[in-house]
């Protein structure tokens, strides 16, 4: 009998392949979207995040409002989560990080990108009042906490929760915050320069980008 639900389930999957999901945690305006695959198989996008306010600007056609700490998915109901520079926001990431794992699916992928909590960027966001974060953001700022913001803590709580590192990329970048500013901007590109000649050898990158297997 086994042998025979799983045929018939290979003859399910070859004749109706199922859409693979993909959650976009705290997506805010943002719609992957465009760069989804296209055809037949194309995943399913699901937009979540806490601000409803942001998610009226998202073009996306299934947008979720609703807290990381509590996704209102299904369990084993989601292939892919993309999460960009929203963990740093987060008061309790392992509880994120839970909930994040309840809704993958076994094998599924979980990948973050956010800042690295050590870097000049970061120590200098922890000495700012948030009313000039989003001064210079031109937008809504949230307080930014950095509990799961270096490679050593992203591994250590991931792996709490079951979670496997399988690739993580670290890179200087850009500066963006100081783009009204000349003169200052100037010396931040040749700073930023510095340190990505620095980087293979000194923490000193600005975001990492480290992938998840459940």
């Not at 926001?89 to 809704?103: A, K, M, Q, T």
Request: net charge positive; proline share 8%.
């Amino acid at each position: 009998m086994q042998r025979i639900r799983e045929f018939n389930r290979r003859l399910n999957d070859r004749f109706f392949p199922r859409c693979a999901r993909v959650l976009h945690l705290g997506s805010g305006p943002v719609d992957l979207e465009p760069w989804l695959p296209a055809g037949p198989a194309k995943p399913q996008l699901l937009a979540l995040d806490v601000s409803l306010h942001a998610l009226t600007s998202n073009s996306g056609k299934l947008r979720i409002c609703a807290d990381a700490e509590r996704l209102p998915l299904p369990s084993a109901s989601v292939d892919l989560i993309v999460a960009e520079h929203v963990f740093e926001h987060f008061p309790r990431p392992e509880v994120c990080l839970r909930e994040c794992s309840r809704v993958l699916q076994r094998g599924g992928r979980l990948v973050i990108s956010g800042p690295n909590g050590r870097s000049y960027i970061a120590q200098a966001a922890r000495l700012t009042p948030l009313r000039v974060h989003g001064w210079i953001r031109d937008g809504t700022a949230f307080p930014t906490l950095y509990r799961f913001s270096t490679p050593r803590e992203m591994r250590r709580l991931a792996g709490e929760v079951g979670f496997e590192m399988v690739d993580l990329e670290t890179f200087v970048g850009e500066p963006c915050y100081t783009t009204f500013l000349p003169v200052v901007h100037w010396v931040l590109i040749g700073y930023h320069l510095l340190l990505e000649r620095l980087r293979p050898w000194f923490n000193f990158h600005i975001t990492s980008v480290a992938q998840f297997r459940k």
